[in-house]
């Protein structure tokens, strides 16, 4: 067997478990928002499917499935049926340059079908050298899909809904991109399997705290998630962007958020936490196992952001429209400014402490 | 209570930052979080629903294994009431069919077997030879209750009791008076009693 | 397998442009000015350009597009009809004007040809060491472009006293 039959078959089969991960992470990211949202408010949550409810979210998925499909007469028909896809793609292709294990020296696998001569297998789908790039640009079209689908339905609530995303997403867009900046100072590379290594070398780059908090809260804006959730607020909007979508494409905006919240999790972990870098150990001396330590050990550091984005959604209220501009403009730019260029000062002058 | 007015100066560095109230507020909900998690969490999920977990610290009522028990002036099923030597109250006055604003009582009187016990009382010459109330139709805003002039029909605490078919929710004369066998001491849920007609 | 992409990438362009100027709704211009920016970055992949493409999502289609898009949305436009004959005269000859000027270089790219092991990957790297050597002056001066037009919206939005 050849070097790119080989190459073909792990990128299906890594392709595979992302997807996996996502869509199933999904169904227990819904759960555990639900179940973790009643037990903040002293409620039990869904507890009756199959193992304390666990049958739940794929309950309601075959509900929003089989649901009868209404489409409103006054829709842009075309707009509307495209804006769940679009909003569904980004998310999911986010996840094609996130590395979610340490890599796999090659004689380690024992794969008999596939021949003997494996290549040392890196357990990311794809190591572009713009792999941060890639990840701000693809958040940054995930916008389209709200827009599309709150200009599609031809009402005043979901446009409103979509302008506020759009102009929302415009706005944290900056702080984020600058708060990667420093990240990516410090890592001197774009590529995120390089951060990594550099992070599992070192230290964790959680140690520049000013930007991973404008990161944190850019993302928790760019998820469009509590207290930043204004493209949606019920008590306003009526639900805003989504309003008139029912069945499995009001199911695809639900899918697509928590996948979001789930590969948001990812880039937070990468990009501060080292990634599948399982502290004071190697990786690489214990062989296959340690490869899925390291994977097992990144899906709990996921989970722990993912339960963070739970906490803060059930703990604070909703920002006020001036107020969230307020903070972007006027709180995160600034401070994101000042942290690329105090990383980039802190660099120079502990120079040979660091590389 | 008063309206309690506070003046927030924005303009100081504690409130324009306020990272350290959103800290104190997650600090709230997490304590929230794990008085219920934590105590769920470790209980088989049958243990769970037989309502081992004590309520005190939810407000979560596991419904069919646990009942609400409603305060005493709840407006539940009606029930028609009887007398010590189990005759039924009711005269077939027609009152609250007339109160009625939802029309769902029926009555058809007829002279009472117990007429001629009552010489000096000419309300107990009749009885209701047919007395059905559609709980369909019925709002239970108890304005039968008020109108009867003889206590005969009341609405009882019972609130679950849904049916499979349009003639099983029309309760008749012996259906209500099972009813009011079933709640005339006032323990219908404290006692976990059932209601044991056809639905 | 290269071709094919690019032909699938340059079509889709191609036509999503044609859909930009023949539709009469805004928004589905915009959006499918969105689609035009999607094939060209996936062109820019095909020619090792990845920072260039990410940059072309990121910053056309993930941010000025918006903008536009938010734009055509708040002011809630209806279609527009064609304009009258004069500007149409006049944006025929210009359009004109402009195709005769990217034809030049097409014309010339058979001398600059580079065989493809000696194209550079067009990573942060590469651009980053052209951008701050050779290319430093036109550098600082779009820059000084781009702050002259922050500093006139701000003097915009400042009300006259």
């Known amino acids: ?355 | 209570m008063a309206t309690k007015t506070i003046s927030v100066d924005i303009k100081t560095v504690k409130n324009d930052v306020y990272l350290v109230e959103i800290f104190k507020g997650l600090l709230l909900t997490l304590k929230h979080f794990l008085k219920i998690g934590a105590k769920s969490a470790y209980l088989a999920p049958t243990e769970r629903r037989a309502g081992k977990l004590s309520t005190n610290n939810r407000a979560t009522i596991q419904y069919p294994e646990e009942k609400w028990v409603p305060y005493p002036q709840y407006r539940g099923l009606h029930r028609l009431n009887k007398d010590e030597q189990d005759r039924t109250k009711c005269v077939a006055c027609e009152m609250c069919a007339t109160a009625c604003p939802a029309d769902c009582i029926f009555i058809e009187a007829e002279r009472s077997p117990w007429a001629d016990e009552f010489p000096n009382d000419p309300k107990r010459e009749k009885h209701p030879k047919i007395y059905e109330i559609d709980v369909l139709r019925c709002i239970f805003c108890g304005f039968c209750e008020e109108a009867c002039p003889c206590e005969a029909i009341e609405l009882t605490e019972i609130y679950d009791f849904a049916a499979y078919s349009r003639e099983n929710a029309v309760y008749d004369k012996e259906k209500l008076e099972r009813v009011y066998d079933l709640t005339k001491d006032g323990k219908f849920y404290q006692e976990g009693r059932k209601l044991d007609f056809e639905f | 397998m290269e071709l094919a992409i690019f032909i699938v990438l340059a079509v889709l362009a191609i036509s999503s442009a044609v859909v930009v100027i023949t539709q009469k709704s805004p928004v589905y211009s915009v959006l499918a000015l969105v689609s035009t920016f999607f094939a060209l970055a996936g062109i820019y992949v095909l020619l090792n350009a990845y920072f260039l493409a990410m940059i072309q999502i990121a910053v056309y289609a993930g941010a000025i597009m918006v903008l536009f898009l938010f734009v055509v949305m708040l002011l809630n436009l209806k279609e527009q009809y064609y304009v009258e004959n004069p500007k149409k005269i006049i944006g025929g000859v210009l359009g004109l004007a402009f195709v005769f000027a990217l034809l030049f270089p097409i014309f010339e790219i058979e001398k600059n040809l580079v065989p493809e092991s000696q194209m550079p990957v067009g990573d942060a790297y590469n651009i980053g060491i052209r951008l701050f050597t050779d290319y430093v002056f036109p550098f600082e001066i779009a820059s000084i472009i781009l702050l002259i037009a922050t500093v006139g919206a701000i003097v915009f939005t400042k009300k006259h006293s």
Not at chain 1, 201 to 206: A, L, P, Y
Request: hydrophobic content about 55%.
């Open chain 1, 1 to 355: 067997m050849d070097a790119f039959t080989q190459n073909l078959i792990f990128t299906v089969l890594k392709i595979a478990f992302v997807l996996t991960f996502t869509l199933l992470g999904v169904t227990m990211v819904i759960l555990a928002e639900r179940r973790f949202s009643a037990f903040i408010q002293d409620r039990l949550g869904p507890n009756r499917t199959w193992f304390g409810g666990l049958g739940q979210s794929f309950a309601d998925g075959i509900k929003l499935i089989v649901k009868e499909d209404v489409i409103p007469n006054h829709v842009d028909r075309l707009v509307y049926l495209l804006a769940p896809v679009v909003m569904m793609t980004p998310a999911l292709m986010i996840g094609a340059v996130i590395p979610f294990g340490a890599t796999i020296p090659s004689g380690e696998l024992w794969l008999p079908l596939l021949g003997a001569n494996l290549e040392n297998l890196v357990l990311q789908i794809a190591n572009i050298n713009v792999g941060i790039l890639y990840f701000v640009s693809v958040t940054s079209i995930g916008v389209y899909g709200i827009v599309m689908g709150g200009w599609a339905q031809n009402n005043k609530y979901s446009l409103l809904g979509a302008l506020r995303a759009s102009a929302q997403m415009i706005s944290y867009e900056l702080p984020l991109g600058l708060s990667v900046v420093a990240v990516v100072l410090m890592a001197g590379s774009l590529s995120l399997g390089e951060i990594v290594k550099v992070q599992q070398e070192g230290f964790w780059f959680i140690l520049n705290f000013p930007a991973f908090l404008v990161f944190l809260i850019a993302v928790f804006a760019e998820t469009n998630r509590l207290p930043f959730d204004l493209a949606e607020c019920e008590q306003e909007l009526v639900a805003g962007y989504h309003t008139e979508y029912s069945s499995m494409k009001f199911g695809m905006f639900l899918l697509a958020e928590y996948a979001n919240l789930i590969t948001s999790s990812a880039f937070i972990v990468t990009l501060f936490f080292g990634g599948w870098d399982v502290p004071f150990y190697d990786e690489t001396a214990h062989g296959l196992a340690g490869v899925l330590l390291s994977v097992i050990v990144f899906a709990i550091k996921i989970s722990f952001f993912v339960f963070l984005f739970i906490w803060v959604r059930w703990s604070l209220p909703r920002f006020r429209y001036d107020q969230l501009m307020h903070l972007g403009w006027k709180r995160l730019l600034p401070i994101s400014l000042a942290t690329v260029v105090g990383t980039a000062i802190l660099m120079v002058l502990f120079k040979d402490l660091y590389h």
